[in-house]
């Protein structure tokens, strides 16, 4: 008697309509971010991360409802007497009030996570592709070199925008609902474009500097040892050059994450005399040098994939 | 029927180094054994079967389909489709689960989202890994890491599989079992396959044809059973007591003797006119015994030996 699973067993033919390669790119994103968050080790950093979105949060609503309420108003903090108003001071230096800078200086510190990150997961992503021979699983199928880089850009930059964009949106959206809304959002559309095009830029630096860095060293220790060299050593280099030996503020393009900001806060048309700017350089120049990294790692990526052997 | 392989002087060079010199051969579909030595130019005939690299000179056809062009064209995307390429190397995804890594490969030939899902867990049934699925691909042992390889490369259903050193690294239960597939899906389920391997004995178990090429040169294609032709004049000859004087007594007669093989064994080329009743009267005659007499047939293995080392076969 045939048992009522043996076709199940057996071999089937699969006919279908088959997609562009374009949508294998899909495809490997997601793979990308189910890799990054099967990680255990990096919910910490994502717990930070959304700590860091809370206080934004939290202390914009803090803020604005001192402000409108009760900044009059006195509390005694001990038997001293303080102004509610006196009591956010220590905020001042984050522009809690809905402004450019509020959403320049959230993402500059959401990305500070984003960086670690990714430097613990370039060769989760990346590099074990190389290390462990999988670049012939994905390049012996019907898709072309580029749809490799660009799924794995992909998976990165929805990453990056999960951790940046989108938590900024959340801000810009909360902040709107605490002014006047319908003034508030039209009056700043522009730092919603800001916002988006900050995140976009994040996205292609940050994406094509991981893969090709995870490319050229493929394990993880040398991968952070790099990513705190772009990071840590080139603004350090770059304040003690600066700072301390007065060098032109030119120097401070060594620093990408400052060169990022600058970038970042022309997108959101921040007023670059406040918010101590003073001494950086202009952001069309930090742009060059961004650009010009790009277009380095673009052209190293080029070379090295084309050179991979999938029937060695 | 469109044959599955159809070379017309296909050659192919690197610079100075000709790895494939003007190879024109015509196999009809069915289980290919694709052998050769290190640096024969099957890898080189691998790539250019796959679409990576174009050949220099020449034309060929893979079940139809224009071989050719240059590597990230609609046309090579095509011919890929019609493979499922087994790997010799890992080529895992390691962090992925058996079923997520069979599911991307799905994707990555263009099947849609659900539908690769829904055939990653009938492949993995069939190649028995379905207990295995959730499992991280790293922790597969050897053999399921390669029945995993290979349902990858089956995930969209193609017409042809090349299989690059399929049974590499499997212990002999593992590789009868991956040789049992291998044939089960050529012949049950009428797959073309590629077999590239260094080891003959896996070509003699499932091609049905062979090709061999060395130095970028064809140097032999046909069915095993034409190429391992049957010899009624030679024989392995297992003797007892004097081996020695057997063989010298053997030698002034004009019987000629082929490579020593075992201490016991001899084996025997008999001249027209001779019988084997003449090799049990010539060790009688010099005080040996005969325990067996056993047909001689040529093997896969010599005939590649001599394919390699000297020209066509």
């Known amino acids: ?312 | 029927m469109t044959p599955l392989l159809d070379l017309d002087n296909l050659s192919r060079t690197f610079g100075a180094h000709r790895a494939l010199k003007g190879l024109t051969l015509r196999v009809p579909q069915g289980l290919v054994g694709l052998l050769g030595p290190n640096g024969a130019g099957k890898s080189t005939l691998l790539k250019i079967l796959m679409g990576l690299i174009e050949p220099t000179s020449g034309t060929g056809r893979l079940l139809d389909v224009p071989l050719g062009g240059d590597r990230d064209t609609r046309d090579n995307w095509r011919l890929r489709r019609l493979i499922g390429f087994m790997p010799e190397a890992d080529a895992l995804v390691p962090g992925l689960k058996g079923i997520e890594y069979v599911a991307l490969a799905g994707e990555l030939y263009g099947m849609p989202r659900k539908q690769a899902l829904r055939r990653a867990h009938e492949v993995l049934t069939y190649l028995d890994l379905d207990e295995a699925r959730y499992r991280a691909v790293e922790t597969y042992s050897a053999g399921m890491k390669q029945r995993a390889k290979l349902a990858q490369a089956l995930v969209h259903d193609p017409a042809v599989l090349l299989l690059d050193e399929p049974t590499s690294g499997l212990d002999p239960s593992g590789r009868d079992k991956m040789l049992n597939l291998i044939r089960e899906l050529g012949s049950l389920h009428g797959k073309s396959i590629i077999v590239s391997t260094h080891l003959l004995a896996d070509v003699q178990a499932v091609c049905e044809r062979v090709v061999i090429i060395a130095g970028g040169e064809l140097r032999g294609v046909g069915t095993v059973d034409e190429l391992c032709a049957r010899r009624d004049d030679r024989f392995r000859v297992r003797v007892g007591g004097d081996k020695s004087h057997f063989e010298d007594a053997l030698k002034a007669v004009g019987i000629e003797m082929i490579l020593p093989t075992a201490a016991t064994e001899l084996r025997v080329v008999l001249p027209p006119g001779r019988t084997t009743l003449d090799l049990f009267r010539i060790a009688a005659g010099c005080g040996a015994s005969i325990r067996a007499v056993l047909r001689d047939d040529v093997t896969l293995d010599e005939l590649f030996r001599t394919a390699t080392a000297t020209g066509a076969a």
């Open chain 1, 1 to 312: 008697m045939t048992n009522p699973t043996d076709p199940l067993l057996r071999y089937r033919p699969w006919k279908g309509e088959l997609n562009p390669p374009v949508y294998a790119s899909l495809a490997m994103a997601r793979s990308s971010l189910r890799l990054l968050f099967r990680r255990k080790v990096f919910w910490a950093l994502y717990a930070l991360a959304l700590m860091i979105f809370f206080f934004f949060f939290y202390a914009q609503y803090l803020v604005v409802w001192i402000q409108q309420q009760a900044a009059s108003q006195t509390v005694s903090v001990g038997a001293v007497p303080v102004r509610l108003s006196e009591l956010t001071k220590f905020l001042d230096k984050l522009n809690l009030n809905g402004s450019p800078h509020t959403f320049g200086n959230f993402i500059w510190f959401e990305g500070h996570i984003v960086m670690i990150v990714l430097a613990f997961a370039g060769a989760v992503l990346v590099g074990n592709d190389f290390h462990h021979g999988s670049l012939p699983f994905y390049l012996s199928k019907p898709i072309g070199r580029r749809h490799y880089v660009l799924g794995k850009l992909l998976g990165i930059g929805a990453f990056i925008n999960l951790m940046t964009t989108i938590p900024a949106l959340a801000l810009f959206l909360q902040a709107g609902l605490l002014y006047e809304w319908k003034s508030y959002y039209v009056d700043n559309f522009p730092v919603l474009l800001g916002i988006l095009a900050y995140g976009l830029l994040l996205t292609v630096v940050l994406s094509l500097l991981m893969v090709a860095t995870s490319v050229w060293v493929r394990r993880t220790v040398p991968l952070i040892m790099i990513w705190s060299g772009v990071f840590i050593l080139g603004r350090t280099v770059a304040n003690f050059l600066v700072e301390v030996q007065n060098f032109s503020p030119l120097w401070r393009l060594v620093d990408l994450w400052n060169d990022l900001y600058l970038i970042g806060l022309w997108f959101l048309q921040a007023d670059f005399g406040s918010n101590n700017l003073g001494s950086n350089p202009e952001p069309w120049q930090a742009a060059i040098v961004v650009t010009v990294l790009c277009l380095a790692c673009l052209l190293y990526l080029r070379k090295r994939i084309q050179a991979v052997e999938i029937v060695s």
